[in-house]
């Protein structure tokens, strides 16, 4: 938006002074080379990591064209001067990129509606916190955060800055730093040995606020799983730090806009419900995790006594109107509290998929259509042969059915030809076999002639 404005002005200006100079170039006021840029960018981003890439491995990138890499190969920096002495402008972000990096970020995310998806997702011991979670996570395309992974995490990141505390090769920031680490996994490790082996909530919610203040979790966002599980561990969580830092300058925020969750759900369902889930759960599943019967029950008690009707983590996220969603997975289906979370949030509006994600998609999607295609052409085949038996089987009865219409036929005719063959037999076949045998004697020259003459005259009365 800051970069159509000054663009805006800057035409302005061209449309009212018509200057001699016919082309304008843009430079940033920076004089920053081009791996300082993608050096700001990554750590405004990403983890602020940069790949050098050789110049024959560039040519052999498909993404990358010849007009693009030329123009990478610019050696050139040019100062400001025509727009900046002779044109009227309110600056924005003069001093470059560097140095106006959070606010271009800001404004990129904002203009391409780059926004992360924050999820709560809080609940007893196993209630399905964790399964949904991950099925959230798979949609929306964010970080799972985990209350053990994010401990483990920031332990093993501690460690290794550590280590390096005697290194004489570290810089005065760096050395500090390691130091720094050093001392607090000392501090970590007495408050464990302190607590049962436990850390103390002040240790786990800076993890935390580590975690979803990291570049990941602010980009793209995150989904929380089972954290926090209390009223003042949220309170901790989401504060204002800014603020309670800068107490005495006004009232601001009461929680941090850029770690606070905009969606609560909440899953709970009646003791004995997860009691029985937990001892229908294989045997595999339970060895090793906190579900054993034992510990399953001690957790259960610990969350009904940290969240009661008057003291709820829930009632943190209502006082700050963000009001939680609360279903019960005894009554209501998963997939239903997923469409109904999907229709809170909306569309996945975060970073799309990469290449090699769409290519992964683009082939599961063929994969999906030979698929379907070839249970089509099953299942016509299966209707073809049905009806060829069906037609076969009609044919086959049809062809029985006109035999015995046959049969009846004839043992009809015969049954109606019996008196008319006595008759014939009594009456007609003595004079018809007399007469051809006179026939046979005289050979008249006539035969029929002399026949019908012979039946005429020896012609029987009957009475």
């Not at 000054?6 to 006021?29: E, H, I, Q």
């Not at 209350?147 to 800055?161: F, G």
């Not at 309170?235 to 969606?263: A, H, Q, R, Y």
Request: net charge negative; with cysteine; proline share 4%.
């Amino acid at each position: 938006v800051d970069a159509e404005v000054l663009l805006f002005s800057v035409l302005l200006n061209v449309a009212d002074g018509r200057p001699k100079t016919r082309y304008l170039v843009a430079v940033d006021g920076g004089q920053l080379s081009l791996e300082e840029a993608v050096k700001t960018i990554s750590t405004g981003l990403g983890t602020g990591k940069v790949k050098f890439i050789p110049r024959e491995d560039a040519l052999l990138d498909k993404n990358l064209s010849q007009k693009d890499f030329d123009h990478l190969l610019v050696n050139l920096r040019m100062e400001s001067a025509f727009v900046k002495d002779n044109m009227q402008i309110d600056w924005i972000g003069e001093t470059g990129l560097v140095d106006n990096i959070d606010v271009v970020i800001q404004e990129f995310k904002e203009t391409r509606g780059l926004l992360p998806v924050r999820i709560c997702v809080l609940g007893p011991p196993a209630v399905g916190k964790t399964t949904f979670a991950e099925k959230l996570c798979r949609h929306f395309k964010v970080h799972h955060v985990k209350v053990m992974d994010v401990i483990r995490e920031m332990i093993r990141q501690m460690e290794r800055s550590a280590a390096r505390a005697d290194a004489e090769d570290l810089d005065d920031d760096d050395d500090a730093q390691a130091q720094k680490d050093k001392e607090y996994l000392e501090l970590l490790k007495e408050s464990q040995e302190n607590n049962d082996g436990r850390y103390e909530d002040q240790y786990v919610i800076n993890f935390f606020r580590k975690k979803l203040k990291s570049m990941p979790c602010q980009n793209q966002g995150f989904v929380l799983d089972g954290y926090p599980k209390t009223y003042e561990q949220a309170k901790d969580l989401f504060s204002n730090e800014e603020e309670e830092e800068e107490e005495g300058e006004g009232e601001g925020n009461e929680f941090d806009k850029t770690i606070m969750p905009e969606v609560v759900v909440a899953l709970d369902a009646s003791d004995d419900f997860l009691k029985e889930r937990v001892m229908n759960l294989p045997e595999a599943e339970v060895e090793g995790t906190h579900n054993s019967e034992a510990e399953f029950i001690r957790r259960l008690r610990v969350y009904r006594e940290s969240n009661t009707e008057d003291a709820t983590v829930l009632n943190y996220f209502d006082e700050l109107e963000t009001h939680p969603e609360t279903f019960d997975v005894s009554t209501t289906r998963t997939d239903m509290i997923m469409k109904k979370v999907k229709k809170e949030i909306g569309e996945p509006r975060n970073y799309g998929p990469t290449p090699e994600e769409l290519a992964e998609m683009q082939r599961k999607a063929t994969e999906e259509r030979l698929q379907r295609e070839a249970r089509e052409k099953e299942e016509r085949e299966r209707q073809a042969a049905e009806e060829a038996a069906e037609t076969q089987k009609k044919r086959t009865e049809w062809q029985g059915r006109f035999e015995e219409v046959k049969a009846e036929e004839r043992e009809m005719l015969e049954t109606q030809s019996y008196p008319l063959r006595n008759y014939l037999l009594k009456n007609v076949m003595p004079t018809l076999t007399q007469g051809l045998i006179e026939v046979c004697k005289i050979r008249p020259e006539d035969p029929v002639d002399f026949l019908a003459e012979y039946l005429f005259e020896n012609n029987p009365q009957i009475d």
